[in-house]
């Protein structure tokens, strides 16, 4: 019997992190999308390289979280968090076709990423 409710535990646990992991890269994708709309200098080619981007940032993010205990975040971690965030978002165009980003844009991206992702509804890390 406790077997069951254990088994039963880890799926929904797993159904959890997997729209967990989606709703992340959902709003990664839409911050992404207006950031590279304000910032001069910061260009996405298309929906499938925002996405891609958004699935590369959101990797790079859990790599450094998971190795540092930092998070990419421009507000919640202050001036480590944002040249963190500066750092990941320039890093990305050497891994994404189409995503190109100069160093004042991925500075101002940083900031304009950290805007508009604080006042977007969700988990605030």
């Known amino acids: 019997m406790s077997d069951n409710n254990t088994n039963t535990q880890a799926r929904s646990n797993t159904k ?3 729209w967990q992991i989606l709703g992340r890269l959902l709003t990664s994708a839409i911050v992404l999308a207006i950031t590279a709309f304000f910032t001069p200098g910061f260009q996405i080619n298309g929906i499938w390289t925002l996405a891609i981007a958004a699935i590369v940032l959101t990797a790079i993010d859990y790599l450094i979280t998971k190795f540092t205990g930092l998070h990419a975040s421009s507000f919640g971690k202050g001036f480590v968090g944002f040249v963190l965030s500066a750092v990941v978002l320039y890093v990305t165009q050497y ?3 189409g995503y ?3 160093w ?3 500075i101002i991206g ?3 990423y950290g805007v508009v992702d604080y006042f977007l509804p969700g988990e605030q890390q």
């Open 16 to 18: 959890g992190t997997i």
């Open 95 to 97: 891994f994404v076709a």
């Open 100 to 102: 190109t980003v100069s």
């Open 104 to 106: 004042m844009a991925a």
């Open 110 to 112: 940083a900031l304009v």
